[in-house]
DNA sequence: GTGCGTGCAAATTCTTTGCAATGCA
DNA sequence: TGCATTGCAAAGAATTTGCACGCAC
């Protein structure tokens, strides 16, 4: 679940930013991890590669990768502030609850199961947001 | 979308603890309403039938009622602390992107995704967290 | 009486903002 | 020069905790 510096870098450029040496910490940062981190988890991480990094710039790079579809935050049991790197804007995470690995799922046909929900609801269906959360394979073997 | 009392009151009389005039406050407040609350809106609406309730009360309340899985938290752009009555333990929400009403959604086969998300990424899937967004009726028809 | 439940105030945690300094084009 | 970017410190918001009192069984 690699994270595309040149797509960040283009995607940044479009909006007349740059993909600073601080930034690019945090995105390896997440990158690196394929657990779902917390805004101080990835701050700790990147000071690694990055001494003088600032918690602030985590927080704004956080939010400028959310922007940019990079970076998907992980619905749980504390809150949905934990993150894990989107190789699409579009995909969905697969959770592991034991060692908390996160995987990233894209093939998706909700085709069904949207048009049930227009059916009992009456709402035309425009987003779905989709978490599933399981055992992953090394954890299952043991 | 409501709630039905006598079941919470079932839920928290089996753990030992009672449905008492500030928690039916709460109830009430999070199952009168057709939007996603926020804990001080809850708090506010809570207060208009119970005006001596406090905060703190709030919190705990909600933290208890979402244990016995009465209420269901909302993932929204701005975090996901925003509340919502659920019916049963298992089901989904649709939200409408335009009013911020909400509805409750329960009919959902995901066999078919569920098995492809396996397929993909080896996990075994032990539960999903669905959640729609798009446009109400209302909302659609003007 | 025994615990659950409560409100208030204080403490804590998390996140955002203001601002002066830095760096790159 | 012009504007993005940064770190630090302060501010602010959201949430939790400690505690003494009240209340139901």
Known sequence: MALD????????????LR????RRAVVDAVAAS??????????????????DLGL???YRTLELLGE???LRRIHGAEGCERLVP???????SVV???????????????????????????YRITEH?????GVCIECAAR
Not at 5 to 16: C, K, M
Not at 35 to 47: G, H, K, M, T, Y
Not at 104 to 112: A, K, Q, R, S, Y
Request: some cysteine; charged content about 20%; glycine content about 8%.
């Open 96 to 122: 592991c609850g034991v060692c908390g690995r996160v995987t990233e799922f894209t093939e998706c046909d909700m085709t069904n199961v949207l048009a049930a929900a227009r059916r009992e609801t009456g």
């Open 19 to 22: 993909l600073t040496r601080q």
């Open 68 to 70: 940019i579809g990079a």
């Open 34 to 51: 394929d657990a779902c981190l917390s805004p101080l988890e990835v701050f700790q991480a990147a000071r690694e590669g990055c001494p």
């Open 129 to 133: 947001f989709l978490q599933l959360n």
């Open 5 to 16: 510096t040149d797509l960040i870098t283009a995607e940044l450029a479009a909006r007349g």
């Open 56 to 58: 602030t710039t985590v």
């Open 86 to 92: 989107a190789s699409t804007a579009h995909g969905h």
